[in-house]
């Protein structure tokens, strides 16, 4: 029993993952609205506070993460045309670009640490109401980014080997789908998250 | 009907006695598996509300200590909410018959669904932990309210965590169903030939999908302040605690339309069937779960009338209040319809559906008195609206569970419990209920808070009452649950006991490991009887 097989069904998978992708657009939509009334709530600071992030960097990974959502596209029309060989290539672009952009995280993180600038850190709770407030939304919000980066990057690997081994092909290319669709999501929130947090000085 | 197949209770894989059960990916054990374990978590429920009803007993303290109390309510509430009546009838009879009803051999994503059992178990686990673990069971009420949950001392992210967790099982449970019912229905059941269990589930499932994201970022941002003393919620800090109430609500109250949907869905079922008669107002009952669902996302204020909110706000949440009333009623007035000159057989299932009528009614509209602004005020926070939720709750969603139960079991196990027993338990259940809840309405209107382990001794009388029903509901569920565990060994059930006309009731008892043999053809509409 444990061993039943269903006839593979690519749109229900892909239908699953659409669905998948509104439960994440609304979780971060919370995030979104504690943003905003925390937002309005403190104008000034979180104008201040924003001076202190690197646009440049931001800026950078925000390109870097545009870049990576284009291959994995490109790799799902590669497999649709038979070409293994530049799908996984493709994935393999995605996956290097994911990793440049945790790397560039982890120094952007710790910059702010060396500073002492950390959730439930001395400096962060004598900060003003504004300042930890958005400090804290900074690192939670791009936190649960980075996981979800994390999370798509490991679809991601598990793709380019199935890519490897043929199980991803021409004719079964759902999971390619799926990992492109979530790897997307994740491009988007960024979209969303970037301005929000590093464009409002 | 004589063994020519292999029923799903039979082991068939590799694996032997409970590893068979653990391992298996089929709907109906994963059904099984969710039973046995919210009936273990239903009866712990139950056992903390008795406790609290002999503590009220009389005014003063009796047994136990005020703190004690208040760990004693969250933790029935975060047990009865997250782990009983969330999950209950959709993850149950869910997955017991919706793939079934739809003439499909599983659900879409059978992996999944073992896997968000195990997800459920492991919120549960965490749950369980939350109780024992050195700081003492959370104090907070199961709403989890800020600022007090940010500063109580008691095990609040144990409890937080779990509920996240058995969200996230939740959110899972529902996506598979949406997908399930999108992509496999039988070839020629259209939307419109879809059975109203089915119906009702589809519509729970897209609230479990859209809204329990909400309740999720909202419990992780109340882990981090917590830990990181952020100031999201706590106003010592700069945050917001209305903030808080919004988002809680905002899965909150969908949350209680998780909860009535499938039970309104299960009556549904059970009321042609044994009116042998075509249920009256099918698509008006198919729609108003789609207009449940969807009105039901945006009342949530009308908790929140005493909290802080602009005039503009109240009048829009009260007037929504009253507007997501009128599906609930289109479904109500067609049951009564269907019976009208049907043939009634006044078996146990019946008899549980006609009392969820009659408690949904007067839960319904306590709510609406709830729902205007001048009462709400009035009788707030008092035990009026305890016994209105638990005549929703609990007669609506647990008393369509009993119904459910008695109405599949035989299907289910493919034997039959005693009609006699059944009956006695359902009329000491359906006495009891009303004896425990309904005092709770008259002293909350005279002004008794909810959530107090002390009263002024006025309302003694009505607490009394209520305490005795309690115990007099728990003797008839114990009735009942004896009598169901018994059936195990009761007489063989044929295939179509109740002479029922959707699909589960045309293959045989308990039903075979792939269901149908071949997926039928479905040519006409669900409720055919004449």
Known sequence: MSGKELHSDAEGAKLGMWIFIFTEILLFGGLFIVYSVMRSKYPLEFHGAATFLNAILGATNTVILLASSAAVAMSLTAIQKNDSKLAGRLVLITIACALIFLVNKYFEWGAKFHHGLYPGSDVMLELSRGYLLFFSLYFFMTGLHALHIIIGLTILVVVYFKIRSGEINQKRFVLLENGALYWHLVDLIWIFLFPLLYLIT | ?530
């Open chain 2, 1 to 530: 009907m004589e063994q020519k197949y292999v029923s799903y209770l039979e082991n068939t894989g590799k694996w032997k006695g409970i590893m068979a059960w653990l391992t298996s990916t089929d709907h109906k054990r994963i059904a099984l598996m969710y039973l046995f374990s919210i009936m273990v978590f239903f009866i712990v429920g139950g056992l903390l509300g008795e406790v609290m009803r002999t503590e009220l007993f009389e005014p003063g303290q009796q047994f136990i200590s005020a703190k004690t109390y208040n760990a004693l309510f969250t933790v029935h509430g975060i047990i009865m909410i997250f782990m009983v009546v969330i999950p209950g009838l959709s993850a149950i009879f869910g997955n017991f018959f919706l793939p079934i009803m739809i003439g499909a051999k599983d659900v879409a994503f059978p992996r999944l669904n073992l896997f968000s059992w195990y997800i459920f178990m492991a919120g549960s686990l965490i749950a369980v932990y939350s109780l024992a673990a050195r700081n003492g069971p959370p104090d907070t009420g199961w709403t989890f309210y800020a600022p007090y949950s940010t500063q109580s001392s008691s095990n609040v992210i144990p409890a937080i965590t779990a509920a996240f967790v058995l969200g996230f099982s939740s959110i899972l449970t529902g996506l598979n169903f949406i997908v399930t019912i999108h992509r496999m229905r039988a070839p020629g059941m259209t939307w419109f030939k879809m059975p109203l269990f089915p119906w009702s589930v589809y519509a729970t499932a897209w609230i479990q999908v859209l809204a329990t994201p909400i309740i999720g970022i909202t419990l992780l941002m109340l882990i981090a302040e917590r830990i990181f003393k952020i100031g999201f919620f706590d106003p010592a800090l700069g945050g917001d605690p209305i903030l808080y109430q919004h988002l809680f609500w905002t899965y909150s109250h969908p949350a209680v339309y998780i909860m009535i949907l499938p039970a309104m869905g299960v009556i549904t079922e059970i009321i042609p069937t044994f009116c042998q008669k075509k249920i009256f107002g099918y698509k008006a009952i198919a729609l108003s779960s789609l207009a449940i669902a969807f009105v039901g996302y945006f009342v949530w204020g009308h908790h929140m009338f005493t909290s802080g909110m602009s005039n503009t706000a109240q009048w829009f949440f009260s007037f929504l209040t009253f507007i997501v009333a009128v599906p609930s009623a289109i479904k109500v007035f067609n049951w009564v319809a269907t019976m009208y000159k049907g043939s009634i057989s006044l078996t146990p299932p019946f008899l549980y559906a006609l009392a969820f009528i009659f408690l949904f009614m007067i839960g319904g509209l306590t709510g609406l008195s709830l729902g205007a602004l001048a009462t709400n005020i009035y009788v707030h926070d008092t035990s009026y609206v305890v016994a209105h939720f638990h005549y929703i709750i609990f007669g609506g969603m647990g008393f369509a569970f009993f119904a459910a139960i008695h109405y599949w079991y035989p299907k289910m196990f493919g034997r039959m419990y005693n009609f006699r027993v059944a009956n006695i338990a359902w009329l000491i259940n359906f006495i009891g209920f009303n004896l425990l809840y309904f005092p709770q309405f008259v002293i909350g209107m005279e002004g008794m808070p909810r959530r107090y382990f002390d009263y002024l001794p006025q309302f003694t009388a009505g607490h009394q009452v209520s305490t005795i029903g309690g115990y007099i509901l728990g003797v008839g569920l114990f009735i009942m649950i004896y009598n169901l565990f018994k059936g195990r060994k009761g007489p063989i059930a044929p295939a179509n006991p109740w002479k029922g006309k959707t699909l589960e009731w045309q293959i045989p008892s308990p039903p075979p490991v792939e269901n149908f043999e071949e997926i039928p053809v479905i040519t006409h509409g669900p409720y055919d009887y004449e």
